[in-house]
């Protein structure tokens, strides 16, 4: 009952940077809470001409518009994401803190707030990707983690 109140909500949304809804991008109309399908956009809209003879020049244009407004976008949002991105390139056999995922336990009196934010130091097993590594820890089992989770270990500062 509610997943399709939901869906619709979210398909009849307007975005922030192309100002336009998912189903009007996809589907080239609106949809309406009549329960009637067929009923096109609005002409207020400036994609108002969606007769069936320029339909397919008319969803051209709206990709472009659509691609031109996300571009724009991410271009003004890049130096914001970026700022406190750091440019790490770990390497093979290298030791690494790893962020720790801890959980409170009320029964075991425990408080994730007070855990340690890093554990380790684990190795560098194996590079799966430019941001994914396995990482071995001293007994010798290996899981994979993000690059954004890990941190250079340095001895000195133990």
């Not at 809470?33 to 002409?43: A, E, I, Q, R």
């Not at 709206?62 to 271009?75: E, G, M, T």
């Not at 855990?115 to 290996?142: D, E, M």
Request: with cysteine; glycine share 6%; hydrophobic share 30%.
């Amino acid at each position: 009952m509610y997943g399709s109140k939901i869906g619709f909500t979210i398909r009849s949304a307007k975005h922030e940077v192309t100002s336009l809804t998912r189903n009007f991008i996809n589907f080239g109309r609106e949809l309406t809470l009549d329960g009637n399908c067929d009923k096109y956009v609005p002409s207020d809209t400036k994609f108002s001409e969606l007769d069936l003879g320029n339909r397919k020049l008319t969803f051209a244009r709206i990709y472009k518009n659509v691609q031109a407004k996300l571009s724009k976008a991410y271009n003004r949002n890049k130096p914001q994401y970026n700022l406190r991105r750091r440019p790490d390139k770990l390497s093979l056999n290298q030791k690494v803190w790893r962020r720790s995922h801890a959980q409170s336990d009320a029964a075991k009196n425990f408080s994730a707030k007070l855990a340690p934010k890093f554990v380790g130091p684990f190795t560098i097993s194996k590079i799966v990707s430019p941001w994914t590594y396995k990482l071995k820890g001293r007994n010798g089992k290996g899981t994979e983690w993000h690059i954004k989770d890990l941190k250079t270990y340095h001895p000195y500062l133990d």
